[in-house]
């Protein structure tokens, strides 16, 4: 049986997307939380999923049928990811001094590298988070370098030099 921490140090290793997952309220107010599980799932239909903790309070947001959005940072835009990583309870506290706009009803961060919205298909059980299935309706990617996170830190892909 592997221990925690083997299978953490393992897991640290591996490069993962970094997004900030965002929902809006009935009442206009917007909730967000970075995410770096995000991935895709099927082209036919267009599906992608995301982890969430079960303690999440942007759960409470995304149940089937919700809409949501997922920005999927830039290089430049790690003090998001920052900040929208922290715990702060109540609606729109992680929104304080952020730039954001509203696009297809949901918070859109502007300059990141990415955005889909769509509506929540399914939760999958995943253990201690929930596996989030998502109908992509909108989408858009830009040339912007992505932001990764891996080994604990934040860094963006590079290209490998061609072999000679």
């Not at 003090?79 to 696009?103: C, E, I, N, Q, Y």
């Not at 949901?106 to 988070?129: K, N, Y």
Request: charged share 15%; proline share 5%.
């Amino acid at each position: 049986m592997i221990d925690r921490q083997t299978f953490v140090e393992l897991m640290s290793g591996v490069c993962a997307p970094v997004t900030v997952v965002t929902a809006m309220t009935a009442d206009g107010q917007p909730h967000g939380s970075t995410v770096s599980s995000f991935a895709s799932l099927s082209l036919d239909p267009p599906l992608v999923s995301f982890a969430l903790d079960r303690s999440s309070g942007l759960l409470a947001h995304l149940q089937p049928g919700a809409r949501v959005g997922v920005n999927i940072l830039g290089a430049q835009q790690q003090d998001l990811a920052s900040t929208f990583a922290r715990r702060r309870r109540g609606p729109g506290l992680k929104f304080d001094g952020v730039t954001w706009t509203v696009r297809a009803g949901l918070p859109h961060l502007p300059e990141s590298a990415g955005w889909t919205a769509g509506r929540v298909e399914r939760h999958v059980d995943g253990g201690d988070h929930l596996l989030l299935v998502v109908h992509v309706e909108e989408a858009e990617s830009t040339s912007a370098a992505p932001l990764v996170y891996a080994r604990r830190v934040f860094g963006t892909h590079s290209l490998l030099a061609a072999a000679s």
